[in-house]
């Protein structure tokens, strides 16, 4: 565990026997997360006080005993829904552990959805903890185990299928795809919004809304994220934060620093060491993670 301001606590890890699902456990009391997306699930136990949690149609709080589940791809927040903060534990599986326990449990195919974001259900929570605790005490059978029961307890109270688009992408959607591959191309010298728009053929305002309607963040926003996805690439591979921030295009190690911490719960050096300890522990070999 990381120790933050004041009462502040947080292990951002991952276990070599859960493959493909990093765990978070924190205590935050006045720590923000920064709007952001996650490529894969969100699945949370609040263990005390309450979360807030920011979401595209509008806020939620979750207390002791909650359960959040945020699909891939969605923006949200997190903060503290009260002011003693909030603790919780957290599984962030890839899309591929939700879907192969979907193709085992039940008619769900693809990358199902989750159609509820905030429930009251201890039992629930307590299976998440759980999980946690057998990853913490070095039972990977148990952790595994528990997170496939989880997951398809969830996915047979609360999944759906996945909805694909309605028709062939045109227009502003190209343009906002055209954009985001520009942007993620150029990390460490973006083109500014003048340039994405003549580069996409729309005009700067048009571009933001529909970057915005596609992906549910202005384009810097959602740089940012891809930044961050990128330096933890960067720093599971043994690379400084230095030398990390400067690739990924942050002004400074402290640039890193902030904006890291905003979006993924612990500063950049206490993640890099977390991953250091698996290598040592599996001989070099470091599984990749959900970012």
Known sequence: MVVMAAGEQARHWEHPGLPGVDLLRARYIR??????????????????????????GGAERAGAG??????????????????????????????????????????????????????HDPATAGMIADVHRAAEHDNPLAADTVLRLVVARLLARHGSAPTGPAVTPSGGPVAAARARDLLAASLAGPPSLERLAAETGVSPFALLRAFKKAYGLPPHAWLTGERIRAARRLLEAGASPADTAAAVGFSDQPHLNRHFTRIVGVP?????????????RTGGLLLPSAV
């Open 268 to 280: 950049p050096g206490a993640y890099q060491r977390e991953r250091k300890n698996i290598q040592d």
């Open 31 to 56: 720590h923000t997360f920064a709007r952001h997306a996650h490529d894969g699930y969100v699945i949370a136990a609040v263990t005390g006080g309450v979360e807030g949690i920011g979401l595209p």
């Open 66 to 119: 909650g359960v959040v589940l945020i699909n891939p791809g969605t923006p949200h927040t997190a903060y503290a829904g009260t002011e003693g903060g909030w603790s919780y534990r957290v599984l962030y599986p890839e899309p591929g552990v939700v879907a192969s326990v979907a193709a085992e449990t039940s008619s769900l195919r693809g990358t199902p959805a989750f159609t509820t974001t905030v429930l």
